[in-house]
């Protein structure tokens, strides 16, 4: 009977878990990233969809421009100002184009796909609704499903918190560093406990005519010798030896439990500000919506009036320069609170696809917004 077996197993299934967990861990991170990933190859295409209209309109501008200076309708400043307004866009547009080339570049490496054209991207965030999942296309409509959307302003920072603790993964892993560190003490003080062994030998010595037949009953001699014994190993004075690797695990043990608990501060913290940071990526997201509809409608009326000659080049290409700013910082909004949802779901250890079933069991006991 050696107390060192038994506390040795329990370690060794405590390290088990904790590579396990590990792997885990990892995986939440990879899926994470690729998401994030993603949501930025989205808000990269709304910038240069954006660009390439600006592009489009203002090369529209010019050549009504153009021919109204030819007719005495329109200054030569403003062909001018249109000319380097294109002059500036034309840039900005081969900048976002090679930044879209990039980032699927990074998503193709992460993704282990060969070439960046085998990604096939679908949904657009200028045409995504945080309001009503359904008035979505199906493209938007299964990536908001994919996190869980299901629209409403309800915040459940207890709900979150509480699964945070329970599956979060570095916290698992440092309970269960703590866990190991406590088998590994208990370890050093079984060497204080005497070991007690049994042992038992039962021999056949055995000789006969012929060939051998050790069981069977014939004229043969045989011998038997059974030994049956009980060893018992008494621990003896060793120094301070022992003293010492028993204090050096306890320290071991105690920075683990600090670490374990620091870490769920940490984890609160984090918690609590991405669910402050999605909710307030969901409002401005519905205030940027308002926004980009009332500056199309600008733009519209100031086109109009334009050709009209109602209104100067200054003033269209103002209310152009507006549409432009509030589609993307709608846009930009969608894409901050997709990113925060992302950052969330690794933060409360729910993520799509790694915990597939502990994030069904959670969406069925409570929504998240």
Known sequence: LRPSVFVGVRAASHFEDLQEEAVRGQSHAVATRVRLLYYQLLLSREQLRLTENSVRRVRESLRETRARNETGLASDYDLLRLEV??????????????????????????LDVPEQDEITVRGALAEMDLDNLE???????????????????????EYALRMAGELRSDLRQLELNRDLRQAEVRLEQVSYLPEVTLFGNYIINAQDNGSPNFFARGDGQRAYTRIVG??????????????????????????AEVQSQRG????????KSLLEFSGE????????????????????????????GLVSQFELTDAEVALRQSEFNYAQAVFDYLVARAQLDEATGLVPLVDQDAVQTAREGYELP
Do not use: C, H, W
């Open 230 to 255: 009980v060893r018992v190993s008494l621990p003896v004075f060793q120094g301070f030896k022992r003293v010492a690797r028993i204090d050096q695990k306890r320290a071991a043990l105690r920075s």
């Open 281 to 308: 990526a969901l409002s401005r997201a519905r205030a940027q919506r308002l926004a980009v509809e009332q500056a199309t409608r600008g733009f519209e009326i100031a086109s109009a009036q334009y050709r009209e």
């Open 264 to 271: 769920r501060d940490m984890a609160r913290a984090q918690v």
């Open 85 to 110: 307004e294109l002059a500036n866009l034309e840039p900005n547009l081969r900048r976002a184009e090679n930044s879209v080339r990039e980032i699927r570049r990074q998503l193709a490496i992460e």
């Open 135 to 157: 008035d979505n296309d199906p493209d938007n409509r299964e990536i908001l499903e994919f996190m869980g959307f299901q629209g409403g302003d309800l915040e459940v920072p």
